[in-house]
């Protein structure tokens, strides 16, 4: 309908790095499509960390084991909800030197399992295997004594005998009592709460920002170690999400009073 105009925003710009490696046979690409009515800038919202204090607010809060389990593992081990709610007994290796020998320290293995009947899914999809009974494979994760300590008070409090299913989370109330825990059981729990304790809408994939954020800046910016931590799937994604500078930091301090010629 307007020919001037479709000739003007017929534009191609040079392909970057990001977009070789986002499309197929990107190292071929010479140039892009373009529109210059495109919004600019990145594309990603900043993601949204917990409050201060807010795993020791929703501790108090709880009152469970199971959830407890919950808040903590989601905290320290950076899962995704899906991941958690889909994990089974013999996922979990919390102990030294397991018989996998996949990892010297307590961990466990994040296993793809379609067909779990509480429909929790893991989004990771490595290989994984079990052999003679023992798991091996999928994404491995480190967990921490605050995790092993609130998995054994749940299993051997509120974990149901004879559970022939064998996952992890159960429902602990109503007729589905022992059954599978649902992912969004748990999300409504620490929706719940979150409101008790005061900080609004909490939602599972807050305590992963936090954890991977936490990571980044305990290893130095290093994004190989925020990259495994939390499983995510590259390094670029980590660098493009939470890369960013501590706006308190003293040397980023020092260099803002340089440009403004101020001394401290």
Known sequence: MNGE????????????????RRSFLGHVKSSLPTNPLAPKGPHRRHPKMLPDG??????ETVNAARDRLVVTWLADGGLRIGELCGLYLVDLHLRENAACGECRAPHLHVCHRPGNPNRAEAKSKHPWRVEHGIVTGGLIKRVSPAMVHTYFEYITT?????AGHGMLLVQLHGADTGQPWAPVGARRM?????????????KPHAFRHSFTSAVLDAADGNL??????GGWASA?????????????????????????????
């Open 190 to 202: 620490l929706g719940r709460a979150g409101k008790r304790a005061g900080l609004g809408l909490v």
């Open 54 to 59: 807010a795993r020791e607010r929703l501790l």
């Open 5 to 20: 105009l479709g000739r003007r925003l017929d534009k191609s710009r040079l392909p970057s790095r990001v977009d070789r």
């Open 236 to 264: 670029a994604m980590v660098d493009e999400v939470y890369g960013h500078v501590d706006v308190h930091d003293p040397v980023f301090d020092a260099a803002l009073c340089t440009v403004w010629g101020e001394t401290k």
């Open 224 to 229: 190989l170690i925020a990259r495994d931590a």
């Open 158 to 162: 509120e974990y149901p005998r004879g």
